[in-house]
């Protein structure tokens, strides 16, 4: 024979090259409990803002379309129960705005309404997360929570 041989389905992973697969798949095993079990922990690990039971103390409107968020300045006092009423008037869009743990779609002529709890001041970083055309990268704004004054 010339080194040449075809495998057939009798073969049954005998074959000529049967060890390496078994070996591939012994090691994909552990990588994918791995990789199974980062992900789970990700998943659970995402920082959430806490949300509020009874009126919010402000609510801000906030307009999404191409290629800009209106206003891209968000100030709200800390401590404040916060209700964002997010619109698209164009296409879809997303508020994604990692450090308060937002992440919502905006559909057109359905106000995404957002609820949290403004609790630590600071500057938070805020943007569409779905990719809608060539100036999605410019939807970007900031959501800032003001430090209470101390009298």
């Not at 619109?87 to 992440?103: A, C, F, K, W, Y």
């Not at 630590?120 to 999605?136: A, K």
Request: contains cysteine; glycine residues 12%.
């Amino acid at each position: 024979m010339n080194g040449f041989r075809i495998w057939t389905a009798a073969d049954n992973g005998t074959g000529l090259h049967s060890k390496g697969r078994a070996d591939r798949g012994a090691k994909a095993a552990p990588a994918l409990i791995l990789g199974t079990g980062l992900f789970l922990l990700m998943i659970g690990c995402g920082k959430k803002t806490p949300g509020y039971a009874g009126p919010p103390d402000t609510v801000r409107q906030i307009i999404m379309k191409k290629w800009e968020i209106d206003p891209a300045r968000v100030e709200v006092p800390e401590g404040a129960r916060v209700e964002l009423v997010v619109t698209s008037i164009d296409v879809e869009h997303g508020i994604d705005v990692p450090g308060l743990g937002i992440r919502e779609p905006v559909q057109p002529e359905h106000p995404a309404v957002i609820r949290f709890l403004a609790q630590t001041p600071g500057v938070y970083s805020m943007r569409c997360s779905v990719l809608c055309g060539r100036g999605h990268n410019r939807m970007t704004g900031e959501i800032v929570v003001t430090p209470r004054s101390t009298p």
